[in-house]
């Protein structure tokens, strides 16, 4: 649940970055930076997460 809800607070970052990437382009770095360390991060979370669920699911 606390992972999906930074996920969706990622997405909006994310979105209001690439938004005003046009207008500022030290924007465009960060949301360039943010793509590539948070994407792997989500993936890795989620990843860890279902694997911490079937463990709780065993018992």
Known sequence: MILAG???IY???LAFALFF???FWILKVAARTLTLLGAPT???LMFTGTKETEK????
């Open 6 to 8: 930074i996920c969706f």
């Open 42 to 44: 989500i993936v890795f």
């Open 21 to 23: 990437a046009d207008q």
């Open 56 to 59: 709780n699911s065993d018992k």
């Open 11 to 13: 997405a909006i970052i």
